[in-house]
């Protein structure tokens, strides 16, 4: 098949997608695919053949990324695309899109993860890989999943949704309590997390997070241990633990070489890893979301699972979480990747029926 692997983009999780989209492509190019590996935010600017022949790149123009310990600099990114326009779609994307037989979605985070880019696809036709453009929207916005685990009955930190400006702030020191997790509204990565134990600690992250917009959720910091399960196919996988070298699992605990421990499959017991599997395709379902999924959750010390949120696109290198726990099915990199695609076609195809 023509496969285009679309990664990167313009967000704060911009050096995941890269990552995750250029181990993508290299996997369904060595299945046999004609797969090609595109920025979606600075496209094919420095594609110098016919468009016609880009499937028949040797290389599937495939680059060389790794995640690097800090953000990415956005502004630096725009300034480096030659198109100094507004949009997020760099050139010729949509119609190399239009030419693949589907989209491999290797984004995370804004305009990725949030259903934009797949409701652009559906209106061009185009089958795309992960969940619809609304299980993809509301999963990614934290208030929203929190009102559907509410809904649902799955167990989670009880939470406030604040939208506040500067000037609230003092009030807010006053009436939250502590310790708490206070996260932005669509982050991922980690980023636009702070974990306030004190209430001078609360002040400082509400005036820090306020560069990323004007709308958090603040909830009840649960202490436990990290497990993480992923789904396939409307199936739970065997769960994963997460041990950070430091105090949380941060950005750099998450991408860089030894800052954490990752235990798979992770040492509960059947009852918790059944609990924890059951709670995340509830939640999937709850939400819509399909093909494929990762589930955060804390294992209090009772054993009850509190559950953080669902992600919709989860990385995708072949040492990411979710590649690990398929490995304990059975699955290679390479079939997962390829599962990844024909139930995505599968899916497309019953959802336009």
């Known amino acids: 098949m023509k496969i285009v692997v679309l990664a990167g983009g313009l967000s704060t999780e911009r050096h995941v997608g ?33 468009l016609e022949d880009i499937f028949d790149v040797p290389d599937g123009l495939c680059p060389e990324n790794r995640v690097e310990s800090v953000e990415p600099d956005l502004e ?8 100094q326009s507004p949009s997020l779609l760099g050139k010729d994307v949509l119609t190399v899109c239009a030419m693949a ?40 916005d934290k208030a929203i999943t929190k009102r559907f685990m509410d809904a649902a009955g799955i167990r989670t930190a009880p939470w406030r949704d604040i939208h506040y400006k500067e000037e609230d702030i003092p009030r807010l020191v006053e009436e939250l309590e502590v310790p708490c997790a206070v996260k932005i509204i669509n982050g991922g990565s980690s980023i636009g997390v702070e974990l306030p ?3 001078e600690q609360l002040e400082s992250a509400l005036r820090h997070l306020l560069q990323y917009g004007d709308h958090v959720i603040v909830e009840k910091k649960i202490r436990g241990r990290e497990i993480q399960i992923a789904t396939l196919n409307g199936e739970y996988l065997p769960a994963i633990e997460i041990i950070p070298k430091g105090e949380y699992f941060d950005y ?11 235990i798979c499959p992770a040492p509960i017991t059947d009852e918790q890893w059944q609990q924890i599997g059951e709670a995340a395709v509830k939640l999937n379902r709850a939400l819509g979301v399909t093909v494929y999924s990762r589930s955060d959750f804390i294992l209090d010390e009772e054993g009850k699972a509190w559950c953080l949120e669902v992600n919709t696109l989860p990385g995708m290198t072949p040492t990411s979480l979710v590649p690990q726990e398929a490995a304990q099915i059975g699955l290679s ?21």
């Not at 750099?252 to 990752?262: H, I, L, M, P, S």
């Open 18 to 50: 890269l990552t995750s989209g250029t181990h993508v492509c290299r996997a369904l190019r060595r299945r046999g695919h004609q797969a090609v590996f595109v920025d979606m935010f600075l496209g094919l600017e420095n594609y110098e053949g016919k």
């Open 101 to 140: 037989d589907i989209v491999f979605l290797a984004l995370h985070g804004a305009s990725g993860e949030d259903g934009r880019i797949q409701a652009t696809l559906d209106l061009l036709g185009v089958p795309y890989t992960g969940s619809d453009y609304l299980s993809s929207g509301m999963a990614m």
């Open 252 to 262: 750099v605990a998450k991408y860089q070489q030894g800052a954490a421990e990752e």
């Open 76 to 83: 630096a990114v725009r300034r480096s695309r030659k198109d």
């Open 333 to 353: 990199y390479e079939d997962l990747c390829e599962q990844i695609v024909m139930r995505s076609l599968e899916q497309r195809k019953a959802e336009r029926a």
């Open 197 to 199: 134990d004190t209430k």
